[in-house]
Every structure is written in structure tokens, then in C-alpha cells.
């Protein structure tokens, strides 16, 4: 079976699928995503997620190319042709193409919309969490506005390459005053000794992690403290578990740190805890 891809009005082959070299996501970065995790067919979280996207769009004043009922049904259209049980559903939305300028195209210019789809082995994930993962940490690179989930990923991409260069499954980004921001595509999370759950707050320097979100509301429901502050990589090491979020990874244990071991180097009981009520909420 080809896999298929859905490319600004056509379902295609995904081998052949492609935009335009004006296009503005190529030219300029000028283009927005998301990611939605695919569990037995259906969306996870899924009015968050196109709740960002909606967000994302709106910040950068680029035009809805559809409507959310619409595309609702064109991604399902796109699972069910792809066949996916368990994966992912990723989506693109440039401004479009047009000669290359860096000011905005002219106004009618039609926003490109990209979607494709991708197979996840959730049981290797579950598998990986109980392992726990390696995280390095590494200057934080990126613009002043992380909240806004563009494509301008270079820097999230070398951090990534960083962390596997070192062996290690994600980096952590930390900012000029010491402080981790996040991971290059997850957010990041210290359990303390004392028993709060610490998380950066939703500003312009993360993105607004829609796991994270939800799993705020489930851990607070469940009785946990929750402190929304920024936190060191010295406090991570100090803590009494780390970990992180994201759409894919769901509550993913980070066990080292630049090679050092949070707490014991085991996964904590307080994330497993937290993983089964992400899935129970979701
Ligand atoms: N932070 C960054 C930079 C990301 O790219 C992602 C997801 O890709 C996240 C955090 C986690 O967001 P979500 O939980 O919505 O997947």
C-alpha cells in the first residue's frame, strides 16, 4: 500500500507530493504546524490541538485555507487511507506561494495546507518510559516567541542532533538566566523532593505544550501541587523525578541529565502515575 498524503485540495501518493519552490514555509519558514497523536484511529486531545493551531495562524495573521469541520474530516479521511491504527497526523500551513519577498503576499494569496500521517509503535514508547530517558542540556537558541508553533526549527533541530550525538533521547533548552525553557520537542518537568510538580510557565519562551496542558489539569485533579515556575538543571538533578511531554511521548521519564542521574537513575512511581492519568484523560 502507497502512503498517502493530502497536499491543498488532492489526496496523493506521498512519494509524489510536493509544493511549490516559492512556496513561503520553503522560502522563508513563514508556515505553522501540528501534531496529533493517532491511538486505535482516533485524535488524542484533539480540540487542543487544533485550538493551537488556530492560535498559531491567528499570531501570524495567516488565512484558515479551511474550516475545522472541514478539516476534521480530512484527517480522518487521511488516517482511513493510510490505514493508521496507531501514529501520528502532522499538518502544514504555509502563506502560500508567491514571487519570493520577505513583506507579506498580496491579500487572496491561498495558504498552502500539507497533511501527512506516520505509524507509531506505541507499545515501544510504553517500553521506552519504562526505561526512562537520557536528556542533555544545551544553550537555548530560539526567537522570542516559542509559543508559536512554527517551522523555524533550525535551532531545535541541531539541539536534537546534540542530545543523539551524545547518546542521549532529547535536549533541554535553558535560557540566559540558567533556567530550562524546555526540550526541542517536548516540555519538561521536575517532580521536587518536597512533592511539587514544577513546569515552566506558558509564556513566550515554550511552546504551550498541549500534553502539558492536560496533563496539568489530570495531575491537579489527582491532588498534586503544581508550581509553574521556571527551574535549574542543578534543581533537576536535585529533584525527586524528572520528565517530559509531549503529544507522542506522553509522560516520558528523563532519568539522566548531562550524564548524571536523577535521584537513582530509575524512573520514578509519581510519572508512571502520571502516564496512566494522561491516558485515562485523553
Ligand atoms: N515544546 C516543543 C518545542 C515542541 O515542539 C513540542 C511538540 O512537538 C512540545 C513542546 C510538546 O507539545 P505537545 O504536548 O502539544 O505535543
Not at 101 to 109: I, K
Not at 134 to 159: H, M, Y
Not at 180 to 196: C, F, K, R
Not at 225 to 244: D, G, K, M, S, V
Amino acid at each position: 500500500m502507497s502512503r498517502i498524503a493530502y497536499v491543498n485540495g488532492r489526496f496523493q501518493r506521498h512519494d509524489l507530493a510536493a509544493v511549490h519552490i516559492e512556496d513561503r514555509g520553503f522560502q522563508f519558514a513563514d508556515a505553522i504546524y501540528e501534531v496529533w497523536a493517532v491511538r486505535k484511529g482516533e485524535l488524542l486531545d484533539a480540540e487542543g490541538h487544533f485550538d493551537r493551531l488556530d492560535r498559531s495562524l491567528n499570531e501570524l495573521r495567516i488565512a484558515h485555507p479551511v474550516t475545522r469541520a472541514a478539516l476534521t474530516i480530512l484527517i480522518r479521511e487521511l488516517i482511513r487511507r493510510n490505514r493508521i491504527s496507531d501514529g501520528l497526523v502532522y499538518l502544514q500551513i504555509s502563506r502560500g506561494r508567491a514571487r519570493r519577498d520577505h513583506g507579506f503576499p498580496p491579500p487572496g494569496t491561498r495558504p498552502t495546507l500539507v497533511l501527512t500521517t506516520k505509524r507509531l509503535d506505541l507499545d515501544a514508547v510504553a517500553r521506552r518510559a519504562e526505561q526512562g530517558v537520557s536528556v542533555i542540556s544545551v544553550p537555548d537558541q530560539r526567537w522570542a516567541r516559542c509559543d508559536i508553533k512554527t517551522v523555524n526549527l533550525l535551532p531545535n533541530t541541531l539541539a536534537k542532533q546534540a542530545a543523539r550525538d551524545a547518546g542521549a533521547y532529547e535536549a533541554w533548552q535553558v535560557d540566559a538566566d540558567g533556567f530550562v525553557t524546555e526540550g526541542t520537542s517536548s516540555n519538561a518537568w521536575i517532580l521536587t523532593a518536597d512533592g511539587a510538580l514544577v513546569t515552566r510557565p506558558a509564556d513566550h519562551a515554550i511552546l504551550h505544550g498541549i500534553t502539558r496542558a492536560t496533563l496539568i489539569r489530570a495531575a491537579t485533579a489527582a491532588g498534586y501541587r503544581l508550581e509553574e515556575r521556571p527551574f535549574t538543571i542543578a534543581e533537576a538533578l536535585e529533584a525527586r523525578e524528572a520528565f517530559l511531554t509531549s503529544a507522542t511521548n506522553f509522560v516520558m521519564p528523563v532519568t539522566r541529565i548531562d550524564g548524571r542521574p536523577v535521584a537513582n537513575g530509575e524512573p520514578g512511581s509519581v510519572s508512571a502515575e502520571l502516564r496512566q492519568a494522561y491516558l485515562a484523560a485523553v
